[in-house]
């Protein structure tokens, strides 16, 4: 058994709505309600084994508060309660707030320290677990190829901004108006090749062990 929590998107802030202007957000209620998901999972009989954050754990304009440090901390401690392990993923909110060089710093770098073997790039969160006989967990980098989080003078960098501006005409590249492939926008992200080849080794290495395998 397990939990599943995503787009805590948490600031000390008032709310607020997204881009459209539709949907109300609730920055600060936001911590409140992980407490309660804390709390629920705590009391679960039988235990549950472990905890995945789907990303977007603070919000964006966290970082223009000056308060992303102290905004993670806030989100860590309470998931820090818990007993059991989380698997964190990276969001587009996590790279507006902090650079890839320092994320796998903080707390949201959740890479066992063994029996874990992901790809060669070690800013690449992407990792593989045994959770329990013939089950493993894959947590996958779904912005190992984007230009959030990357030093502009990167190789990385370069080639996503390339992609970016080949398949997205606008002035704007976070919007997706009038384009064939919507998906090409700059809060998007995508998979490296070299990723993709070790996610297929893994998924070769389950089958042959009669594996189940979640996918994160």
Known sequence: AFGVVADIQFADAEDGYDFGGC??????????????????????????????????????????????????????????????????????????NFSRARLVHTGLYSRPAGGSDGPADRECHAYHCSLAPRLRLVVLDSYDTSTLGRDPGSPRYQESLRVLREKNTNDDLNSPEGLKEPRFVAFNGGFSQAQLDWFDEVLKFSDENQEKVIVM
Do not use: C, K, T
């Not at 966290?62 to 998931?79: D, T």
């Open 23 to 96: 949907q109300r957000r609730y920055y600060r209620h936001s911590l409140r309600l992980l407490r309660e998901a804390v709390w629920e999972w705590a009391a679960e009989s039988p235990p549950i084994n472990f905890v995945l954050q789907l990303g977007d754990s603070i919000d964006g304009q966290n970082a223009g508060r000056g308060e992303a440090e102290s905004a993670l901390q806030q989100v860590l401690e309470v998931l820090g309660q818990l007993s059991v392990p989380v698997h964190h993923a990276w969001g587009n909110h996590e790279l507006y």
